[in-house]
């Protein structure tokens, strides 16, 4: 049980009651003790894709924290709360709502590289603390801007809430964002709305893919439940190598996977400079980097 679960995370839990969910699901199945850590956190109030690592795999999900995502998230015109979501408090209101048309408008400014306020309520840390802690204690909370990718950023035509007429007002409308690490989707609708002369929040967030996992690759909560208590968890489990999909292969001997369990460099190798994923025999050995024809290992797998 070395490798990845991608769960489909509804509404109502946190990712770490999750990875709950998980461990349950490896005992009652009876297949012993595991590590297990998630890939990404992913808010009570938003759904999708969360990557759960399993044995080794937990090695790789810090590199998840690192990987692009994409999100549908819906943006309700009019209103500004705390939190920039249905959780929170009304604490700004706007009679204005924007066409269609003034929304796709200003989507180019919010494309490619941009800065970004984080929102008061999120897990940055403060002079110690959590923001969100020292938000709901009623202090003011102040964060430094940050810079972050957004990829993409589009109004898809299939969305039910988009209006045939692109003069028409909209009291909230869907949006696709393919985005950096560290970009809040929260704080990308709070200015899109002030882009358009209006106030907003997130009223649904989903995300769609972490890195190289996507819903096509998630399973249900209530799945993960019924294949764990079936014993046929494996049947879901990605490999580990599922997570450095974009990483190219570099074929070992087993004279190099040895010289890399026991911490030692490669010398000469053909690989070229960046990461590799050393397999021997198509066992997982190490996610190493090659520098000027010197290998060296990052993040060791103990497999045999």
Request: proline share 6%; net charge negative; charged share 25%.
């Amino acid at each position: 049980m070395h490798g990845w679960i991608v769960i489909d995370k509804p509404l109502g839990p946190g990712s770490t009651q999750v990875v709950s969910a998980v461990k349950r699901a490896l005992r009652s199945g009876g297949y012993g003790k595991w590590k297990v850590g998630h890939g990404g956190t992913l808010d009570p109030l938003a759904s999708g894709v969360l990557p759960v690592a399993i044995g080794e795999a937990t090695k790789l999900a810090g590199r998840m924290l690192d990987a692009s995502k994409e999100y549908a998230f819906t943006i309700r015109f009019g209103a500004q709360t705390d939190t920039l979501d249905l959780e929170g408090k009304v604490i700004v209101e706007s009679p204005v709502r924007p066409t269609l048309a003034a929304v796709q408008a200003v989507l180019a400014r919010f494309t490619g590289p941009i800065e970004q306020v984080p929102p008061a309520y999120s897990a940055l840390k403060v002079d110690g603390e959590r923001a969100y802690d020292l938000a709901r204690k009623g202090e003011d909370v102040v964060l430094a801007t940050r810079n972050v990718t957004v990829f993409s950023l589009e109004i898809p035509a299939d969305t039910p809430d988009r209006p045939t007429d692109a003069g028409a007002d909209v009291q909230e409308i869907t949006l696709f964002a393919h985005v950096s690490k560290g970009t809040y989707i929260r704080s990308l609708a709070r200015d899109i709305a002030l882009a358009v002369g209006t106030v907003g929040h997130v009223t649904m967030l989903r995300r769609t893919r972490a890195g190289p996992f996507g819903l096509e690759n998630a399973i249900s909560l209530d799945k993960l439940a019924e294949l764990g208590q079936g014993r046929a968890l494996e049947h879901t489990l990605l490999p580990l190598g599922a997570g450095l999909d974009d990483i190219p292969a570099l074929p070992l001997d087993p004279d190099q996977a040895e010289r890399l369990r026991r911490g030692l460099k490669l010398i000469g190798t053909a690989a070229d400079d960046g990461l590799g994923f050393a397999t021997l025999d198509d066992v997982p050995v190490a996610l190493v980097e090659t520098l000027s024809g010197e290998t060296r290992v990052v993040r060791g797998f103990n497999l045999e």
